[in-house]
């Protein structure tokens, strides 16, 4: 399992933006009792599932982008 570490400190980012950002690519969500934001994303043939998860929607936003870009 691949771990995406980005490499400059993530900026200010909304929810609204990371939705606008990768919500047509990734279903995102919010776990209020662990306070986690999450991504998940699901191969055309459901054979594989890459889940991503982080404190804040800047994390977040910042390891998905370090994902695309390793495995677009």
């Known amino acids: 399992m691949?771990?995406?570490h980005p490499t400059a400190p993530p900026a200010s980012t909304t929810s609204r933006q990371l939705q606008q950002a990768y919500g047509d690519r990734w279903d995102i969500a919010?776990?209020?009792d662990l306070r986690i934001w999450s991504a998940e994303r699901r191969s055309p043939d459901g054979r594989?599932?890459?889940?991503i998860a982080?404190?804040?929607p800047a994390g977040l936003a910042a390891k998905l982008a370090?994902?695309?870009t390793a495995h677009p």
């Open 54 to 56: 982080e404190h804040t």
């Open 48 to 51: 594989q599932r890459r889940f």
């Open 30 to 32: 919010f776990q209020p």
């Open 66 to 68: 370090a994902a695309e």
């Open 2 to 4: 691949a771990c995406h």
